[in-house]
C-alpha cells in the first residue's frame, strides 16, 4: 500500500525554468510534510517542509504548495540550476496517535535533471 | 563535523555473517531513526529509538534483526544470518524533538551492505 506517490520517476528541466515536482498521498491523517533531494551515494538532504495548517512554505528558490483537498503536494524550484540534479523524495508524517510523526513515509523518488 | 555520522559507509558480508551498522546522531539530538532503501525504491521507516528506549519498530522484520541506543555510544543496527534480500542503503537519521509532534529529520551518509 502505497500511501505517498510521486508518479513521475523522472523530470528534465532547462537551466533558469521552473522545476515542478508533484506527490500525492491518501492517507488523510497525514498533517506534516517534507522535502529531501538526494544525490547518489550520500543521504537525503532535507529542503523544507509544511505543516497542514499552510497552504505555502517559501525558502528561497524552493515553495512547497499542499492542497489538503486533493491531498497533493508540490515543490517549485525556481529558477532551477544544473547543481539541483538530484533525486527529490517527498515524505509524510502524521497524528496517527503516539509518536507517530516519528515515522515518515516517503515517495518513490522523482529523478531531476537540469540543462545548462 | 556536526552531522549524523554513519559508519561504515561500505559494508560487504557473506551469507550467514552478522553485521553492525552505527549512527551518531546530530549534536543536540536525541531521536534516532532507521530507514532502508532497496534498490529502485524509496526509503523505509524501519524503527525510531531514544536512548536506551525503542520507541516504535513498527517497520523492522520480525526475525534477524535488532536495534539498539545505548545510554553511551552510537545507536546500532544489527541484522544477524544476512541472506542477499537484506542487500540495501540503510540510513540513519536524528532530530531534536520527538514523535508527538513535527520534527524535521536530518540523515547520514547512508552504509551500503552488499551481501555475497
Known amino acids: 500500500d502505497q500511501q505517498v506517490k510521486q508518479n513521475s520517476p523522472s523530470l528534465s528541466v532547462q537551466e533558469g525554468r521552473i522545476s515542478i515536482l508533484n506527490c500525492d498521498y491518501t492517507?488523510?491523517?497525514?498533517?506534516?510534510f517534507l522535502w529531501y533531494k538526494k544525490y547518489p551515494a550520500e543521504g537525503p538532504t532535507f529542503l523544507i517542509s509544511?505543516?497542514?495548517?499552510?497552504d505555502k512554505n517559501e525558502d528561497g528558490r524552493f515553495t512547497v504548495f499542499l492542497n489538503k483537498s486533493a491531498k497533493h503536494l508540490s515543490l517549485h524550484i525556481v529558477p532551477s540550476q544544473p547543481g539541483d540534479s538530484a533525486v527529490y523524495f517527498c515524505?509524510?508524517?502524521?497524528?496517527?496517535?503516539?509518536?507517530?510523526?516519528?515515522?515518515?513515509?516517503f515517495g518513490q523518488g522523482t529523478i531531476l535533471t537540469v540543462h545548462p | 563535523n556536526a552531522g549524523v555520522m554513519q559508519n561504515p559507509r561500505h559494508l560487504v558480508r557473506r551469507r550467514g555473517q552478522e553485521a553492525r551498522l552505527r549512527c551518531s546522531p546530530m549534536?543536540?539530538?536525541?531521536?534516532v531513526y532507521w530507514y532502508r532503501q532497496l534498490p529502485e525504491e524509496g526509503l523505509k521507516f524501519m524503527v525510531y529509538?531514544?536512548?536506551?528506549?525503542?520507541?516504535?519498530e513498527s517497520g523492522m522484520p520480525k526475525e534477524r534483526f535488532s536495534a539498539e541506543f545505548p545510554k553511551e555510544g552510537p545507536s546500532i543496527l544489527r541484522i544477524q544470518q544476512v541472506v542477499r534480500g537484506d542487500s540495501a542503503a540503510y540510513f540513519c537519521?536524528?532530530?531534536?524533538?520527538?514523535?508527538?509532534?513535527?520534527?524535521?529529520?536530518?540523515f547520514g551518509p547512508g552504509t551500503r551492505l552488499t551481501v555475497l
Open positions: 492517507n488523510s491523517m497525514f498533517d506534516y
Open positions: 509544511i505543516s497542514s495548517i499552510k
Open positions: 529509538l531514544q536512548k536506551e528506549n525503542i520507541i516504535d
Open positions: 537519521a536524528s532530530s531534536r524533538g520527538g514523535g508527538i509532534t513535527y520534527n524535521e529529520q536530518f
Open positions: 515524505a509524510a508524517s502524521g497524528n496517527l496517535g503516539g509518536t507517530s510523526y516519528g515515522k515518515l513515509t
Open positions: 549534536k543536540g539530538h536525541s531521536h
